[in-house]
């Protein structure tokens, strides 16, 4: 059994920082690339930032520059921080990776519950 928990998440005045951390567990062999995603109400789920096992990074256009993602390779952990924050980047945050379990013979994607950013004054 795979899971990913993230955490990190509350409310901030705008322009203020967050930092929201995912953590694997359970019966992983191996982990590709991991990512955060977001989905704000009444919008589609969209794709904010990626890390892949050696550093390589991608953003949204519309965090470059504030937010930045990190991992952990031995802990088993992503990180993204998120400095400047506006109204628009309120959303549920959801944690991505792709992971190999014990025993099996593919990569699947996992996903974590999601934890709420609010961004208001």
């Known amino acids: 059994q795979v899971q990913l928990v993230e955490s990190g998440g509350g409310l901030v005045q705008p322009g203020g920082s967050l930092r929201l951390s995912c953590a694997a567990s359970?019966?992983?062999?191996?982990?590709?690339?991991m990512a955060w995603y977001r989905q704000a109400p009444g919008k589609e789920r969209e794709l904010v930032a990626v890390i892949s096992p050696g550093g390589t990074t991608s953003y949204a256009d519309s965090v470059k520059g504030r937010f930045t993602i990190s991992r952990d390779n031995a802990k088993k952990t992503v990180t993204l921080q998120t400095n400047s924050l506006k109204p628009e980047d309120t959303a549920v945050y959801y944690c991505?990776?792709?992971?190999?379990?014990?025993?099996?013979?593919?990569?699947?994607?996992?996903w974590g519950q999601g934890t709420q950013v609010t961004v208001s004054s």
């Open positions: 991505e990776a792709d992971i190999l379990a014990y025993g099996g013979d593919k990569y699947h994607f996992y």
């Open positions: 359970g019966s992983i062999f191996s982990i590709n690339a």
